[in-house]
T-cell receptor, first 113, second 113 residues
Framework: AQSVTQLDSHVSVSEGTPVLLRCNYS??????LFWYVQHPNKGLQLLLK??????LVKGINGFEAEFKKSETSFHLTKPSAHMSDAAEYFC???????????FGAGTTVTVRA | SQTIHQWPATLVQPVGSPLSLECTVE??????LYWYRQAAGRGLQLLFY??????ISSEVPQNLSASRPQDRQFILSSKKLLLSDSGFYLC????????????FGPGTRLLVL
């Protein structure tokens, strides 16, 4: 079985400062890991995906995430936050031969002007 | 390219009334299809998934049902809505095979009064 823990339910940053969203996972197999973003009353949009290639994954809108097997972590970062980054972010894990995704509880990001 | 549609976008229904939400995918064939519910302030809960026409797997026993009458159409139904059915309903698809990225629709906001 797999599971995901997002360590922060809410993160507040100033515009132009770095963003760090923390995610730890548990999986019995080599997982695929995803980060999705959800703006209010919208569907989920894929930011990036890790599939056992490079451990540093670059995504859309300047986001990137680093897979660390020894720490079972997949933290999401962005060097400079923009007002449009205010949203909810979900870390997600998918195990081998399993159609089902395991979602973290989500991290709400607010960006201060 | 592939697109996923959901309708209606918003729905207000009285308790005890029936429900039908529709999801369609364009630009692909034989997709896996999923229904999720997102209650206010909570993560995503997988309700149903389908790997082919007429093949439905239920994840959570409740008063909802799903059907897949056509390859790229997925319908979520209820005969009698409960207050607890209120939430944001998301449809998703991915290519056949596990660990493929899921792509989400824009969602339907359901309010049961």
């Amino acid at each position: 079985a797999q599971s995901v823990t997002q360590l922060d339910s809410h993160v507040s940053v100033s515009e132009g400062t770095p963003v760090l969203l923390r995610c730890n996972y548990s999986s019995s197999y080599s997982p695929s890991l995803f980060w999705y973003v959800q703006h209010p009353n919208k569907g989920l949009q894929l930011l990036l995906k890790y599939t056992s290639a490079a451990t540093l994954v670059k995504g859309i809108n300047g986001f990137e995430a680093e897979f660390k097997k020894s720490e079972t972590s997949f933290h999401l970062t962005k060097p400079s936050a923009h007002m449009s980054d205010a949203a909810e972010y979900f870390c997600v894990v998918s195990a081998l031969n399993d159609y089902k995704l395991s979602f973290g509880a989500g991290t709400t990001v607010t960006v201060r002007a | 390219s592939q697109t996923i549609h959901q309708w209606p976008a918003t729905l207000v229904q009285p308790v005890g009334s029936p429900l039908s939400l529709e999801c369609t995918v364009e630009g692909t064939s034989n997709p896996n299809l999923y229904w999720y519910r997102q209650a206010a302030g909570r993560g995503l809960q997988l309700l149903f998934y389908s790997v082919g026409i007429g093949q439905i797997s239920s994840e959570v026993p409740q008063n909802l049902s799903a059907s897949r009458p056509q390859d790229r159409q997925f319908i979520l139904s209820s005969k009698k809505l409960l207050l607890s059915d209120s939430g944001f309903y998301l449809c998703a698809w991915n290519r056949a095979g596990a660990q493929e990225t899921q792509y989400f629709g824009p969602g339907t906001r359901l309010l049961v009064l």
